[in-house]
């Protein structure tokens, strides 16, 4: 596939569902690891199994974005199911204090919300699980609008970049996981 056709793949995904501007300035690299063999890389629009994304992803980044901090999140805006997306957006992890460390994104410190696993009910068309990478400012750090015991569901990544001062998203991807057949 051609980049342009990521690039118009994700502007798609991202714009569209999550009424963000993106106009990426760097590469969001999502990796998942697997209990046998390697592990899965994103490139946006990739089809992933359910049983694929048990385990924590780990991010990177390619491009000139400086040492970080950085935020990391993860939503998704097919919730509970893409027909009929009332409870979206789903945050799956919200993240900060991401450095940049040769292009791998190392945090010490617990997420804001804890990764929570892809799993898109029966019935439902693949969800769109979308990643982005942003600058983190200091209101992250003091924010109060989220933490581990806030529902993950009605998330509005948009409106939470805005109160905290994330500005628009430097890199993105996504992935879709379908629902296990029966
Ligand atoms: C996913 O893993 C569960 C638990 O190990 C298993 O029951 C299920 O069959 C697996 N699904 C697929 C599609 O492999
Ligand atoms: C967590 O956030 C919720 C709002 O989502 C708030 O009601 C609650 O007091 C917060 N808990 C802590 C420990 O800050
Ligand atoms: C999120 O908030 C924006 C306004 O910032 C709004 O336009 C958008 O519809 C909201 N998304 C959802 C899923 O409610």
Do not use: W
């Not at 999550?18 to 697997?34: G, M, N, R």
Request: hydrophobic residues 45%; proline residues 9%; aromatic residues 10%.
């Amino acid at each position: 596939m051609h980049l342009a056709h990521f690039v118009s793949l994700l502007f798609i995904a991202v714009a569209a569902a999550l009424d963000i501007v993106f106009k990426p300035t760097a590469l969001l690299e999502v990796s998942f690891p697997q209990t046998c063999g390697p592990p899965i890389a994103l490139h946006a629009g990739i089809h992933v199994e359910v049983n694929d994304t048990v385990r924590p992803p780990s991010f990177g980044v390619l491009g000139d974005v400086g040492p970080g901090p950085f935020v990391v999140a993860m939503v998704d805006p097919d919730a509970p199911t893409s027909q009929n997306p009332t409870l979206s957006e789903l945050r799956h992890f919200l993240g900060g204090n991401f450095y940049n460390h040769r292009d791998h994104l190392v945090n010490a410190t617990p997420a804001v919300s804890e990764f929570v696993q892809p799993a898109p009910p029966a019935g439902s068309d693949a969800h769109r699980y979308i990643f982005l990478l942003f600058k983190q400012l200091s209101a992250f750090a003091h924010q109060q609008l989220i933490n581990a015991s806030t529902s993950v569901l009605s998330f509005n990544i948009s409106q939470f970049a805005s109160a905290v001062e994330l500005g628009d998203p430097l890199a993105g991807t996504f992935m879709y996981v379908a629902p296990d057949s029966v």
